[in-house]
């Protein structure tokens, strides 16, 4: 089964700063991969998805951009942080047709 | 387009009563897959069980099962013999073409 790797766990960044937060995968080649967020006792917002290297699909326009350099590993970014921007960030990977979507342990991003 | 609804923003149970949590979808792709995740207060997602559309029967692990009914398009989540770990919020999902899509969640609280 796959593996999710995030990191930092928690990030504390001032209003304008710059973001970069990663995830990597283990344990499958070529999986779809994710980037969600959560605000506070709320659902899930997909943000971006990838379903190959260098292939990025928006969901929701916002202040956020993501990357896929490589076939296991998926970055979301930022150049200036809005405080809007606060929130849980997962991370997640799909194998495919009949796989689980499996999750990251998330970042807890607070723009102060 | 994909969308899971799921109407019961909170559930009381008591312990080791049996509970049912409520999800329907709607979905365009003649091929999907449901899923139920768990989210305790520590953030991270908990896969808990799966149904394909075209499964014959209706999934089981171990305490969890789901209620599939094709017709009616829905998926609820049946937890049997409830503790008090199970006190969380609880997320139903569809994976479609290449999206998986989140209900609100509900959150259930287990009463001693």
């Known amino acids: 089964s796959q593996t999710i790797h995030q990191w930092p766990a928690t990030l504390v960044q001032p209003v304008g700063s710059p973001l970069s937060l990663e995830c990597t995968v283990e344990?499958?080649?070529?999986?779809?991969l994710y980037w969600y967020r959560q605000a506070a006792g709320r659902g899930l917002q997909l943000l971006f998805y990838?379903?190959?290297?260098?292939?990025i699909s928006s969901e929701v326009p916002q202040n956020l951009s993501a990357s896929r350099p490589q076939d296991r590993q998926f970055i979301l970014s930022s150049k200036k942080l809005l405080l809007s921007d606060s929130g849980f960030y997962l991370c997640?990977?799909?194998?495919?047709?009949?796989?689980?979507?499996?999750f990251g342990p998330g970042t807890r991003l607070l723009v102060l | 387009a994909q969308k899971i609804t799921q109407t019961q923003p909170g559930m009381f149970v008591q312990e080791k009563e049996a509970v049912t949590l409520d999800c329907t979808y709607d979905?365009?792709?003649?091929?999907?897959?449901l899923f139920w995740y768990k989210q305790p207060s520590s953030g991270e997602m908990i896969f808990l069980i799966y149904?394909?559309?075209?499964?014959?029967q209706n999934a089981t692990e171990g305490r969890y099962s789901l209620n599939f009914q094709k017709a009616r398009k829905s998926a609820n989540l049946v937890i049997s013999a409830s503790q008090l770990g199970d006190s969380a919020m609880y997320f139903c999902?569809?994976?479609?073409?290449?999206?998986?899509?989140f209900g609100i969640g509900t959150k259930l609280q287990v009463i001693p």
């Open positions: 997640a990977g799909w194998g495919g047709a009949g796989e689980t979507q499996y």
């Open positions: 344990g499958t080649s070529n999986p779809n």
């Open positions: 990838s379903v190959g290297i260098g292939q």
């Open positions: 979905t365009s792709d003649p091929s999907y897959g």
């Open positions: 149904q394909g559309s075209y499964d014959q």
């Open positions: 999902a569809m994976r479609g073409y290449q999206k998986v899509t």
